[in-house]
């Protein structure tokens, strides 16, 4: 069993606010992955990281970003929420010798 | 780039092997053909893999077509809790990147 987690779990915030989602593996896992998915769609990748200080902006552009200091935690940010930031936000992991992601279960974000 | 081709939906009884085919012809010789599953838009859960030779675990068995230009995901005896969206995915060879599809909504019918 996967131990990845991500905080909130839903979150309805108004235009403007500074937001930043959590997510945090307990996996020792190098690689992190942010996708964003909207209902019914596919997952697009937004952020990735191979490993401590190291970052990379993915396909879909995004006016997030993201920081990986420690190992296991890989937080995200939007400096000023807008409503078409509204979407799911999915962290995943995986250890560096294998393809095999391990998701978390996901943060619902309501921009107003 | 590598990309995955799926049906939209299907239907199967409870009880009855669910066949979930995928194509993926651009795929490159060294990359691994990837399954999972996402219920109720939870995160995806990791089902099975494999590269050439048909794998069989727990969940599931994945067929690959010995072109490796398409697999097939079976699910021996689909129960209501299998009914989810399915991804078939392969990795933009060289790269990082993941190709997730819109996959196959399979709906498991009582």
């Known amino acids: 069993e996967a131990d990845i987690y991500q905080t909130p779990r839903y979150l309805v915030i108004g235009t403007g606010k500074k937001i930043t989602l959590e997510c945090s593996q307990t996996?020792?896992?190098?690689?992190m992955y942010w996708y964003q998915q909207d209902p019914g769609m596919e997952l697009h990748l937004i952020h990735y990281?191979?490993?401590?200080?190291?970052?990379e902006k993915g396909d879909l552009s995004s006016e997030s970003t993201v920081s990986r200091i420690r190992t296991e935690h890989f937080p995200l940010t939007l400096e000023s929420a807008r409503p078409s930031h509204t979407s799911q936000y999915l962290c995943?992991?995986?250890?560096?010798?294998?393809?095999?992601?391990?998701f978390g279960p996901g943060t619902r974000l309501t921009v107003l | 780039d590598a990309k995955t081709t799926q049906p939209p939906s299907m239907d199967c009884a409870e009880g009855r092997a669910a066949n979930l085919p995928c194509n993926h012809s651009?795929?490159?010789?060294?990359?691994?053909v990837y399954w999972y599953r996402q219920i109720h838009s939870q995160g995806p859960q990791y089902i099975i893999h494999?590269?050439?030779n048909n794998e069989t675990n727990e969940m599931a068995s994945l067929i690959i077509t010995e072109d490796r230009k398409s697999s097939t995901l079976i699910l021996p005896h689909a129960t209501l809790r299998d009914t989810a969206v399915y991804y078939c995915?392969?990795?933009?060879?060289?790269?990082?990147?993941?190709?997730f599809g819109t996959g196959t909504r399979l709906k498991v019918l009582a």
């Open positions: 990281s191979y490993g401590v200080n190291s970052t």
């Open positions: 651009t795929i490159s010789g060294n990359e691994y």
């Open positions: 494999g590269l050439k």
């Open positions: 995943a992991s995986r250890p560096t010798d294998t393809d095999t992601q391990y």
């Open positions: 995915i392969v990795k933009d060879p060289g790269t990082y990147k993941y190709i």
């Open positions: 996996m020792g896992h190098d690689k």
